[in-house]
Protein backbone atom coordinates (compact mmCIF):
# COMPACT_ATOMS: atom_id res chain seq x y z
CA UNK A 1 0.00 0.00 0.00
CA UNK A 2 0.93 3.70 -0.84
CA UNK A 3 0.39 5.38 2.94
CA UNK A 4 0.23 8.92 3.90
CA UNK A 5 0.40 9.41 7.63
CA UNK A 6 -0.02 13.20 9.04
CA UNK A 7 1.75 14.67 12.22
CA UNK A 8 0.77 17.18 13.80
CA UNK A 9 3.48 20.19 13.45
CA UNK A 10 4.39 20.42 16.86
CA UNK A 11 7.55 18.20 17.48
CA UNK A 12 9.33 16.51 15.35
CA UNK A 13 9.13 12.45 14.48
CA UNK A 14 10.55 10.88 16.53
CA UNK A 15 10.41 13.58 18.99
CA UNK A 16 14.04 14.77 20.55
CA UNK A 17 12.58 14.64 24.34
CA UNK A 18 8.48 14.78 24.65
CA UNK A 19 6.22 14.11 22.40
CA UNK A 20 4.20 10.58 22.55
CA UNK A 21 2.06 11.29 20.03
CA UNK A 22 5.35 11.61 17.86
CA UNK A 23 6.85 8.71 19.57
CA UNK A 24 3.97 6.15 18.20
CA UNK A 25 3.65 7.80 14.80
CA UNK A 26 7.13 6.86 14.46
CA UNK A 27 6.96 3.52 15.46
CA UNK A 28 4.07 3.14 13.54
CA UNK A 29 5.89 4.60 10.47
CA UNK A 30 8.87 2.58 10.86
CA UNK A 31 6.73 -0.83 11.18
CA UNK A 32 4.83 -0.15 8.15
CA UNK A 33 7.76 0.93 6.34
CA UNK A 34 9.34 -2.50 7.39
CA UNK A 35 6.94 -4.39 5.79
CA UNK A 36 7.17 -3.12 2.60
CA UNK A 37 5.01 -0.82 2.42
CA UNK A 38 5.39 2.86 0.78
CA UNK A 39 5.14 5.32 3.64
CA UNK A 40 4.56 9.42 3.06
CA UNK A 41 4.80 11.53 6.03
CA UNK A 42 3.69 14.85 6.68
CA UNK A 43 5.85 16.17 9.63
CA UNK A 44 7.62 19.53 11.31
CA UNK A 45 11.08 20.01 9.67
CA UNK A 46 13.93 17.44 11.67
CA UNK A 47 11.89 14.97 11.38
CA UNK A 48 12.91 11.56 9.88
CA UNK A 49 11.67 8.22 9.07
CA UNK A 50 12.66 4.83 7.14
CA UNK A 51 9.96 6.14 4.42
CA UNK A 52 9.81 10.13 2.49
CA UNK A 53 9.07 13.06 4.85
CA UNK A 54 7.66 16.27 3.52
CA UNK A 55 8.41 18.99 5.66
CA UNK A 56 5.78 21.63 6.87
CA UNK A 57 6.94 24.75 5.97
CA UNK A 58 5.55 26.42 8.42
CA UNK A 59 4.60 26.86 12.13
CA UNK A 60 1.22 25.46 13.85
CA UNK A 61 -1.11 23.39 12.58
CA UNK A 62 -3.29 25.71 11.31
CA UNK A 63 -2.34 25.52 7.59
CA UNK A 64 -2.04 21.34 7.50
CA UNK A 65 -5.60 20.68 5.88
CA UNK A 66 -4.60 23.25 2.80
CA UNK A 67 -1.00 22.32 2.83
CA UNK A 68 -1.84 18.59 2.12
CA UNK A 69 -4.13 19.63 0.01
CA UNK A 70 -2.06 21.42 -2.52
CA UNK A 71 0.72 19.25 -2.52
CA UNK A 72 -0.79 15.51 -1.94
CA UNK A 73 1.38 12.73 -3.39
CA UNK A 74 -0.28 11.03 -6.20
CA UNK A 75 -1.38 7.12 -6.21
CA UNK A 76 -2.34 7.24 -2.28
CA UNK A 77 -4.37 4.15 -0.77
CA UNK A 78 -5.14 5.58 2.60
CA UNK A 79 -4.43 8.86 4.83
CA UNK A 80 -3.83 8.16 8.58
CA UNK A 81 -4.62 11.61 10.11
CA UNK A 82 -2.81 11.84 13.39
CA UNK A 83 -3.49 15.73 13.91
CA UNK A 84 -5.19 16.72 16.94
CA UNK A 85 -8.37 18.51 15.37
CA UNK A 86 -8.52 15.79 12.33
CA UNK A 87 -7.63 18.55 10.05
CA UNK A 88 -7.41 16.39 7.08
CA UNK A 89 -11.15 15.29 7.44
CA UNK A 90 -11.79 18.79 5.58
CA UNK A 91 -9.49 18.29 2.74
CA UNK A 92 -12.35 16.87 0.13
CA UNK A 93 -10.74 14.19 -1.72
CA UNK A 94 -11.71 10.75 -2.95
CA UNK A 95 -8.94 8.84 -0.51
CA UNK A 96 -9.86 6.83 2.03
CA UNK A 97 -9.02 8.38 5.39
CA UNK A 98 -8.75 7.10 9.04
CA UNK A 99 -8.60 9.40 12.17
CA UNK A 100 -6.32 8.48 15.43
CA UNK A 101 -8.16 10.91 18.09
CA UNK A 102 -4.86 11.13 20.17
CA UNK A 103 -6.54 13.79 23.03
CA UNK A 104 -9.44 14.00 24.80
CA UNK A 105 -11.46 15.64 21.95
CA UNK A 106 -14.34 14.46 19.92
CA UNK A 107 -13.65 14.58 16.37
CA UNK A 108 -17.25 14.39 13.40
CA UNK A 109 -15.02 11.99 11.49
CA UNK A 110 -15.92 9.01 9.43
CA UNK A 111 -13.15 6.14 10.82
CA UNK A 112 -12.47 7.93 14.12
CA UNK A 113 -9.84 5.30 16.01
CA UNK A 114 -9.26 6.13 20.21
CA UNK A 115 -5.76 4.94 21.62
CA UNK A 116 -7.99 3.00 24.52
CA UNK A 117 -11.04 1.35 25.32
CA UNK A 118 -11.97 4.09 27.56
CA UNK A 119 -11.28 6.92 25.09
CA UNK A 120 -13.51 4.73 22.82
CA UNK A 121 -16.26 4.56 25.08
CA UNK A 122 -16.71 7.54 26.84
CA UNK A 123 -15.12 10.16 23.88
CA UNK A 124 -16.44 8.57 20.87
CA UNK A 125 -19.88 6.75 22.37
CA UNK A 126 -18.49 3.57 20.23
CA UNK A 127 -18.39 4.91 17.33
CA UNK A 128 -15.06 3.47 15.32
CA UNK A 129 -12.76 1.99 16.64
CA UNK A 130 -9.60 2.09 19.46
CA UNK A 131 -5.89 0.83 18.96
CA UNK A 132 -3.42 0.47 21.75
CA UNK A 133 -0.18 2.44 21.37
CA UNK A 134 2.63 0.08 20.86
CA UNK A 135 6.68 0.58 21.54
CA UNK A 136 9.38 -1.50 20.14
CA UNK A 137 10.64 -3.66 23.33
CA UNK A 138 14.18 -3.76 22.56
CA UNK A 139 14.49 0.08 22.46
CA UNK A 140 14.18 0.89 26.43
CA UNK A 141 16.89 -0.59 28.37
CA UNK A 142 16.24 -3.23 31.57
CA UNK A 143 17.51 -2.83 34.21
CA UNK A 144 16.84 -5.07 37.71
CA UNK A 145 18.81 -2.29 39.95
CA UNK A 146 16.71 0.23 41.38
CA UNK A 147 17.96 3.22 42.67
CA UNK A 148 16.16 5.17 46.09
CA UNK A 149 14.08 7.65 44.11
CA UNK A 150 10.57 8.50 42.78
CA UNK A 151 9.87 9.60 39.24
CA UNK A 152 7.51 11.74 37.74
CA UNK A 153 7.89 12.17 33.76
CA UNK A 154 5.25 14.01 31.63
CA UNK A 155 4.38 17.40 30.73
CA UNK A 156 4.00 19.82 33.91
CA UNK A 157 0.28 20.21 34.51
CA UNK A 158 -2.92 19.98 36.89
CA UNK A 159 -4.46 17.16 34.88
CA UNK A 160 -0.89 14.69 34.74
CA UNK A 161 -1.22 15.74 38.56
CA UNK A 162 2.15 17.13 39.69
CA UNK A 163 1.27 18.73 42.44
CA UNK A 164 -0.06 15.05 43.82
CA UNK A 165 3.41 13.81 43.18
CA UNK A 166 5.41 16.35 45.00
CA UNK A 167 2.61 15.46 47.63
CA UNK A 168 3.14 11.69 47.86
CA UNK A 169 6.88 12.19 48.25
CA UNK A 170 6.50 15.02 51.08
CA UNK A 171 4.22 12.93 52.85
CA UNK A 172 6.58 9.59 52.40
CA UNK A 173 9.81 11.36 52.65
CA UNK A 174 10.89 9.85 49.60
CA UNK A 175 13.09 11.40 47.01
CA UNK A 176 11.04 12.74 43.95
CA UNK A 177 12.95 13.24 40.15
CA UNK A 178 10.51 15.55 38.16
CA UNK A 179 11.01 15.52 34.52
CA UNK A 180 9.07 16.68 31.62
CA UNK A 181 8.20 20.65 29.99
CA UNK A 182 6.73 22.92 32.47
CA UNK A 183 3.46 23.55 30.15
CA UNK A 184 1.61 25.58 32.41
CA UNK A 185 3.65 28.57 33.18
CA UNK A 186 1.76 30.04 35.99
CA UNK A 187 1.65 26.40 37.62
CA UNK A 188 5.46 25.98 37.44
CA UNK A 189 6.23 29.18 38.63
CA UNK A 190 3.63 29.84 41.75
CA UNK A 191 3.33 26.16 43.35
CA UNK A 192 6.37 23.83 41.39
CA UNK A 193 8.94 26.62 41.92
CA UNK A 194 8.56 27.10 46.02
CA UNK A 195 8.33 23.53 46.80
CA UNK A 196 11.32 22.71 45.12
CA UNK A 197 13.65 25.34 46.75
CA UNK A 198 11.83 24.89 49.81
CA UNK A 199 12.55 20.67 49.66
CA UNK A 200 15.74 19.06 48.82
CA UNK A 201 14.26 16.23 48.53
CA UNK A 202 12.46 17.00 45.40
CA UNK A 203 14.67 17.67 42.13
CA UNK A 204 12.87 19.36 38.77
CA UNK A 205 15.63 17.95 35.52
CA UNK A 206 13.30 19.65 32.74
CA UNK A 207 12.28 17.97 30.04
CA UNK A 208 14.76 14.69 28.97
CA UNK A 209 15.19 12.77 26.38
CA UNK A 210 17.86 9.95 24.63
CA UNK A 211 20.14 8.47 27.15
CA UNK A 212 18.79 10.75 30.60
CA UNK A 213 15.29 9.87 29.55
CA UNK A 214 16.50 5.63 29.50
CA UNK A 215 18.38 5.89 32.71
CA UNK A 216 15.74 7.56 34.62
CA UNK A 217 12.96 5.31 33.85
CA UNK A 218 15.16 2.05 34.31
CA UNK A 219 16.68 2.96 37.48
CA UNK A 220 13.74 4.48 39.22
CA UNK A 221 11.92 2.51 41.91
CA UNK A 222 8.51 3.64 40.96
CA UNK A 223 6.88 6.24 38.36
CA UNK A 224 4.21 8.06 39.63
CA UNK A 225 1.10 8.27 37.44
CA UNK A 226 -1.44 10.29 40.01
CA UNK A 227 -3.63 11.80 37.14
CA UNK A 228 -6.54 14.26 37.47
CA UNK A 229 -8.27 13.25 34.68
CA UNK A 230 -9.29 10.48 31.80
CA UNK A 231 -5.82 10.08 30.70
CA UNK A 232 -6.81 8.51 26.96
CA UNK A 233 -3.35 6.09 27.14
CA UNK A 234 -0.23 7.01 29.03
CA UNK A 235 2.49 6.03 26.94
CA UNK A 236 5.12 6.62 30.07
CA UNK A 237 3.30 4.00 31.85
CA UNK A 238 4.21 1.15 29.47
CA UNK A 239 7.55 2.65 28.85
CA UNK A 240 8.20 2.56 32.48
CA UNK A 241 7.13 -1.15 32.56
CA UNK A 242 9.16 -2.16 29.37
CA UNK A 243 12.30 -0.94 31.61
CA UNK A 244 11.34 -2.94 34.25
CA UNK A 245 10.09 0.05 36.67
CA UNK A 246 7.12 -0.56 38.82
CA UNK A 247 4.43 1.76 38.41
CA UNK A 248 1.44 3.30 40.91
CA UNK A 249 -1.56 5.13 38.92
CA UNK A 250 -4.78 6.39 40.04
CA UNK A 251 -7.08 4.33 38.23
CA UNK A 252 -8.62 6.85 35.64
CA UNK A 253 -9.36 6.77 32.12
CA UNK A 254 -7.40 4.24 30.15
CA UNK A 255 -5.06 2.71 33.65
CA UNK A 256 -7.48 -0.14 34.23
CA UNK A 257 -6.97 -1.18 30.62
CA UNK A 258 -2.73 -0.80 30.37
CA UNK A 259 -2.07 -2.38 33.90
CA UNK A 260 -4.74 -4.90 33.81
CA UNK A 261 -2.63 -7.75 34.87
CA UNK A 262 -0.93 -5.58 37.40
CA UNK A 263 -4.25 -4.62 39.47
CA UNK A 264 -1.90 -3.95 42.81
CA UNK A 265 -0.06 -0.86 40.75
CA UNK A 266 -3.82 0.63 40.79
CA UNK A 267 -4.81 2.78 43.30
CA UNK A 268 -8.24 4.05 44.13
CA UNK A 269 -7.47 7.22 46.13
CA UNK A 270 -4.10 9.17 47.00
CA UNK A 271 -3.96 7.45 50.26
CA UNK A 272 -4.12 4.04 49.14
CA UNK A 273 -1.31 5.07 47.08
CA UNK A 274 0.74 6.90 50.09
CA UNK A 275 -0.01 3.28 51.62
CA UNK A 276 1.45 1.60 49.08
CA UNK A 277 4.38 3.39 48.26
CA UNK A 278 5.08 3.14 52.30
CA UNK A 279 4.17 -0.57 51.92
CA UNK A 280 4.26 -1.98 49.12
CA UNK A 281 7.45 -4.95 48.45
CA UNK A 282 6.74 -4.59 44.82
CA UNK A 283 4.94 -7.85 43.87
CA UNK A 284 5.74 -8.29 40.23
CA UNK A 285 9.12 -9.22 39.13
CA UNK A 286 11.27 -6.52 36.73
CA UNK A 287 10.73 -9.53 34.29
CA UNK A 288 6.65 -9.63 34.57
CA UNK A 289 6.59 -5.91 33.61
CA UNK A 290 8.34 -6.04 30.87
CA UNK A 291 6.91 -9.25 29.11
CA UNK A 292 3.83 -8.15 29.40
CA UNK A 293 4.92 -5.01 27.51
CA UNK A 294 6.18 -6.98 24.64
CA UNK A 295 2.84 -9.37 24.40
CA UNK A 296 0.70 -6.87 24.80
CA UNK A 297 1.74 -3.03 24.12
CA UNK A 298 4.32 -4.47 20.65
CA UNK A 299 4.74 -1.29 18.08
CA UNK A 300 3.99 -5.09 15.64
CA UNK A 301 0.19 -5.58 17.15
CA UNK A 302 -0.37 -1.79 17.13
CA UNK A 303 0.59 -1.92 13.20
CA UNK A 304 -1.79 -5.31 12.98
CA UNK A 305 -4.53 -3.39 14.32
CA UNK A 306 -4.08 -0.24 11.97
CA UNK A 307 -3.72 -2.39 9.07
CA UNK A 308 -6.93 -4.28 9.68
CA UNK A 309 -8.50 -0.61 9.94
CA UNK A 310 -7.03 0.52 6.89
CA UNK A 311 -8.94 -2.48 4.87
CA UNK A 312 -11.54 -1.78 6.52
CA UNK A 313 -12.00 1.74 5.71
CA UNK A 314 -10.60 1.00 1.93
CA UNK A 315 -13.40 -1.59 1.42
CA UNK A 316 -16.06 0.89 2.67
Known amino acids: MRILQIAPNHETVPP ?3 GGTERVIYDLTQELSLRGHD ?4 A ?3 SSVSGSVIHYPFVGDYQISSYVSETLPNGIDIIHDHTFDSAISRIGVNIPMVHTIHLPVHNSVHFPVYVSRSAWETIGGRNGWYVHNGIVLDDYQFSHEKDDYLLFMGRL ?4 GIIEAMDLAETTG ?4 IAGPPHDEELFLQEITPRLKQNPLLKYVGPVGGTIRQDLLKHAKCLLFPIQWDEPFGLVLIEALACGTSVLALGKGAVPEILEQFPQMMCGSLTEMTHKLLHNNAPYSPEELRKYVGEQFSR ?3 TDDYLW ?3 KAMNQ
Open 39 to 42: VILY
Open 309 to 311: IYQ
Open 157 to 160: IREK
Open 16 to 18: QRD
Open 174 to 177: QRLI
Open 300 to 302: SKM
Open 44 to 46: PPG
